[in-house]
Nanobody, 116 residues
């Protein structure tokens, strides 16, 4: 079955960095668009960054210049390098794999907490 397993979350001070990883299994990873989303209590899940099968990236305005998404097809892993973290970046971060608007899979999420 399809599994997306996130790791790398934790507690960090404002201005610090974290690197999230999402390891995929059960899918042909290279043909899937991959994305990172985040959600805080009482709010809708929002897109943070996406990278498609052609390595084209897209970022939310709030993270541009601070976050970088990348993928390693050989390792079936997508990364999110987060620098200059702010308290408002605190959220549960979810990994998503999507294809052709027909298939969409989610990881279990990893908590990121940025202290001021």
């Amino acid at each position: 079955q399809v599994q997306l397993v996130e790791s790398g979350g934790g507690l960090v001070q404002a201005g610090g960095s974290l690197r999230l990883s999402c390891a995929a299994s059960g899918i042909t990873f290279s043909v899937y668009a991959m994305g990172w989303y985040r959600q805080t209590p009482g709010k809708q899940r929002e897109s943070v960054a996406t990278i498609n099968s052609d390595y084209i990236t897209n970022y939310a305005d709030s993270v541009k210049g601070r976050f970088t998404i990348s993928r390693d097809n050989a390792k079936k892993t997508v990364y999110l390098q987060m620098n200059s973290l702010k308290p408002e970046d605190s959220a549960v971060y979810y990994c998503n794999a999507g294809r052709s608007n027909l298939w969409s899979y989610w990881g279990q999420g990893t908590q990121v907490t940025v202290s001021s």
